[in-house]
């Protein structure tokens, strides 16, 4: 792909690499083993967005979002959700000042450009509520009077998806006010050590020095609008958000908001990348953390085991991804087969390889491009059902396809020969 022409006014794209580039080594020096957590976090920055952190306590979330926050040079702020919390306390106060005989605004912490609120779910309704509009619209009223955030503005939100006393969870809402949900995850025994010995002696992150400012931020914010899609790849992502709508396991799917934040967030990533352009793999990859916590799954899929993650994890699977036109004789790329081949994708409508005459997907609407991957027919051990293809939740009893034979019978036995004496009486056994 050839460059696309640069706005004079704006910095270039690889201007958008190399701040990744420096954020993420100096968030390093702190945070081991989480680049692409850290790459994440960048992503929702650079789109403007929110992260809702969902992991169990000690995973590093705090630390981590105060060494974005010191290595960007912005200010931040920390809220420790609490049952108790009032909004007031969140957004700010207008209290009487006598001096000035007026009412003067006390900003509240939501002013930082990086708000860490910890604990989320353990606040009340009406206080999770006052983020809405901050969240929404960069901005904050408070009796009446409207003052706007500091740019950037980047809420991180933590919560604890084990504890469940005394918490209050989000609302369908306020979970759709960020762009993503991210699962910071435990480290590799070699991280782990090496989280060890750097805490031992010292604490890394009072040595840290800011390697860009806000103005870059902001300024990047607009780098990455500009980036460039090629028609098939805005149709990938379209069928992707338009299956999460039409799943069997979906009572509600992404709503155009989250089609969107999909899109914003996957030019984002291939900025940081070093990209202006837009390549399937970038939405792949952002699909499942940007899309899956605005499902809502149905009620007996749930309680069968089936999760937003495993939705996504389906979908994004089974979806087409748009490639480029082979040349005659040009190999295929790895992992990427023919159409009408074994192994290849089954697109919309077309009978699945090894299983003649059955569709694709009976019985649901199909979206195209959506393809779903071929299985190749393995017999069964006797008496156990073959798999249904696709998989229908809630799990049902599906008819053996091809039928099992059935077990070979023994011959019945011929019954013994009569042994009748001359007088017609039978003689008893044993003689």
Do not use: C
């Amino acid at each position: 792909m050839q460059p696309s022409p640069s706005n004079s006014s704006l910095p270039p794209f690889s201007a958008v690499k190399r701040f990744a580039d420096n954020v993420r080594s100096t968030v390093n020096r702190v945070i081991v083993g989480k680049d692409n957590v850290i790459d994440l976090l960048l992503v929702a920055l650079l789109s403007d967005g929110h992260v809702l952190l969902e992991d169990t306590p000690g995973m590093g979330k705090t630390v981590l979002a105060k060494s974005l926050a010191r290595a960007l040079d912005a200010s931040f702020q920390r809220i420790q959700g609490t049952p108790d919390l009032e909004p007031t306390d969140v957004t700010g106060v207008s209290f009487f000042d006598q001096k000035r005989g007026d009412f003067v605004f006390r900003p509240g912490p939501i002013f930082g450009q990086v708000l860490l609120f910890d604990e989320i779910n353990r606040t009340t309704p009406r206080t999770q509520s006052a983020l809405l509009e901050a969240m929404a619209e960069r901005q904050v009223t408070v009796d009446r009077e409207t003052y706007p955030l500091p740019a950037p503005f980047l809420t991180l939100a933590t919560q604890n998806p084990i504890e469940l006393d005394g918490t209050f969870p989000l609302p369908e809402a306020q979970l759709d006010r960020f762009l993503m949900r991210v699962r910071v995850g435990y480290p590799t025994p070699a991280e782990e050590l090496t989280i060890l010995h750097r805490f031992k002696t010292e604490e890394p992150l009072d040595d840290l020095k800011p390697v860009a400012s806000a103005a870059e931020v902001v300024a990047l914010q607009q780098v990455i609008r500009q980036a460039r899609w090629q028609p098939d790849v805005e149709a990938y992502l379209l069928s992707i958000v338009r299956a999460t709508r039409g799943h069997l396991a979906v009572t509600i799917g992404a709503s155009p908001r989250a089609a969107l934040a999909l899109y914003r967030a996957s030019e984002a990533l291939a900025a940081i990348r070093g990209r202006d352009y837009v390549e399937p793999d970038d939405v792949k990859q952002l699909a499942p953390v940007v899309l899956a916590h605005r499902l809502i799954i149905e009620t007996r899929a749930r309680l069968a085991g089936m999760t937003a993650d495993k939705v996504m994890s389906e979908i994004v699977n089974s979806a087409a991804v748009p490639v480029e036109a082979l040349q005659p004789g040009q190999p295929a790329p790895v992992g990427v087969a023919a159409v009408g081949v074994p192994g290849a994708p089954v697109m919309a409508g077309q009978a699945v390889p090894g299983m003649p005459g059955m569709p694709a997907l009976p019985g649901a609407p199909i979206y195209p491009p959506v393809a779903y991957p071929a299985a190749p027919y393995s017999p069964s051990a006797p008496g156990q059902a073959a798999p249904m293809y696709p998989p229908m939740y809630p799990p049902a009893y599906p008819p053996v396809y091809p039928p099992t034979p059935a077990a070979p019978q023994a011959p019945p036995q011929a019954a013994p020969a009569s042994t009748a004496s001359t007088d017609g009486r039978t003689p008893p056994a044993g003689n």
